[in-house]
Antibody, heavy 117, light 110 residues
Framework: QVQLVQSGAEVEEPGASLKVSCKTS????????VHWVRQAPGQRLEWMGW????????KYSQRFQGRVTITRDTSASTVYMELRSLRSEDTAVYYC??????????WGQGTLVTVSS | QSALTQPASVSGSPGQSITISCTGT?????????VSWYQQHPGKAPKLMIY???KRPSGVANRFSGSKSGNTASLTISGLQAEDEADYYC??????????FGTGTRVTVL
């Protein structure tokens, strides 16, 4: 069965960087794009960007452009999301999701990132 | 890229029907038949309920249906059940391989 399993919760200081992993299984990794979506406490879902798992092409939301990098390791069927220059407003649950056509059909369990000094 | 606009909350009694609206612009909802809806229970990951405006993934109850008119998409839940109490988010393709989510709607079953 299709699974996306994310790395565990993190606590980071302001100004630091974080890198969250999303290990996929149950399907051909290079056949589907993977997206990242975040949700601040009590807030809405917010689309961050995506990676073409086949060729590595990426696209980011303008809101995160310059601060986020999404990469993948095809040998490990894993996608990574790095967010730099963290601030308190980046405290959120970060989700990876597989894209099928133009919707997100499978999601990771979420990774809670807390930015605090 | 602004979030799509949804009502903050909608409520209904068991068995009733409710409709959640999702208003965007001619650059997203109005320009593509690529609106999807997600159900999210507290502390859980979102779950795909409707895609391509009105299609239902296998396993999703046929009580859930979607439609679109102009810049507004809608999700209707017929025969509301207690387990439908959750947050619901719409999402639209917004061109140049970008996407935008809605503001979210809390559905309460009275």
């Amino acid at each position: 069965q299709v699974q996306l399993v994310q790395s565990g919760a993190e606590v980071e200081e302001p100004g630091a960087s974080l890198k969250v992993s999303c290990k996929t299984s149950g399907y051909t990794f290079t056949n589907y794009a993977v997206h990242w979506v975040r949700q601040a406490p009590g807030q809405r879902l917010e689309w961050m960007g995506w990676i073409n798992a086949d060729n590595g092409d990426t696209k980011y939301s303008q809101r995160f452009q310059g601060r986020v990098t999404i990469t993948r390791d095809t040998s490990a069927s894993t996608v990574y999301m790095e967010l730099r220059s963290l601030r308190s407003e980046d405290t959120a649950v970060y989700y990876c999701a597989r894209r099928s056509s133009e919707n997100f059909d499978y999601w990771g369990q979420g990774t809670l990132v807390t930015v605090s000094s | 890229q602004s979030a799509l606009t949804q009502p903050a909350s909608v409520s209904g009694s068991p068995g009733q029907s409710i409709t959640i609206s999702c208003t965007g612009t001619s650059s997203d909802v109005g320009n593509y038949d690529l609106v999807s809806w997600y159900q999210q229970h507290p502390g859980k990951a979102p779950k795909l309920m409707i895609y391509d405006v009105s299609k239902r993934p296998s396993g999703v109850a046929n009580r859930f249906s979607g439609s679109k008119s102009g810049n507004t998409a809608s999700l209707t839940i017929s025969g509301l059940q207690a387990e439908d109490e959750a947050d619901y988010y719409c999402c639209s393709y917004a061109g140049t391989t970008t996407y935008v989510f809605g503001t979210g709607t809390r559905v309460t079953v009275l």
